[in-house]
């Protein structure tokens, strides 16, 4: 994320503890920086493991099978990264 100033003065995530840069809905803005919560309950760590099987299985893909899923993310407006993940889980949610 990155805020800028009349000034041309680039601004990027969070400042200490007091402050964080945001994007919403194309809009970029700061906002009192909360700490985020971290429930670690057995369903979330159990997403997290997925998501993280997911990436490393993204990892190992060739470049070519990367690009075939860019490709199909582009007709989507997704990147490749997204869809390959969104269609990983969905699998492993079904077994």
Not at 38 to 58: C, H, S, V
Request: glycine letters at 6%.
């Amino acid at each position: 994320m990155e805020l800028r100033n009349i000034f041309g003065n680039v601004y990027k995530g969070t400042l200490g503890k007091s402050m964080t840069a945001c994007t919403r809905h194309g809009k970029t803005y700061l906002r009192k920086w909360v700490k985020p919560s971290d429930p670690k309950t057995q369903i979330q760590l159990y997403r997290r493991g997925n998501f993280a099987e997911a990436m490393a299985a993204w990892k190992e893909l060739p470049r070519e099978e990367q690009k075939r899923y860019n490709e199909m993310a582009r007709k989507k407006r997704m990147n490749g990264t997204n869809l390959f993940v969104k269609m990983y889980i969905q699998e492993q949610n079904t077994r």
